[in-house]
């Protein structure tokens, strides 16, 4: 009785690793393709989140402006959002220049991951 509980248990962890693999297709495309989607994943999180504050801190500023607190100056605010604008793409761009420049077979993975991960993200 004790020997069929222990081909049980084996069959259960060879099952659960087969779920494993299932529950993480992206694991068996290559470390390339992975270090490329933890960046992609990563990128479009912390630019979302990066529009998170930007939107609340100008809401907040439009409301002082109608309270009479403060002043806006559109040009200025202009150039500081273009500004960053031009900073986020520079940074996705040196990204991207990175992870193709990795050795010809796997470039193209991390690439591809990296787009991967701006999309899931």
Do not use: W
């Amino acid at each position: 009785m004790n020997e069929e509980y222990a081909v049980n248990s084996q069959t259960s962890s060879a099952t659960s690793t087969a779920g494993d693999a299932a529950a993480f297709p992206f694991l068996e495309m290559g470390t390339h393709f992975v270090i490329g989607l933890a960046i992609g994943y990563f990128m479009k999180k912390f630019f979302k989140f990066l529009l998170l504050f930007v939107g609340l801190g100008l809401v907040i500023l439009f409301v002082m402006e109608s309270q009479g607190i403060s002043t806006v100056d559109e040009k200025s605010l202009e150039a500081g959002v273009s500004q960053g604008v031009d900073s986020f793409k520079g940074l996705t761009g040196m990204l991207k220049d990175r992870l193709s420049n990795m050795q010809p077979s796997s470039g193209v993975g991390a690439v591809a991951g990296f787009f991967a991960g701006l999309k899931f993200g």
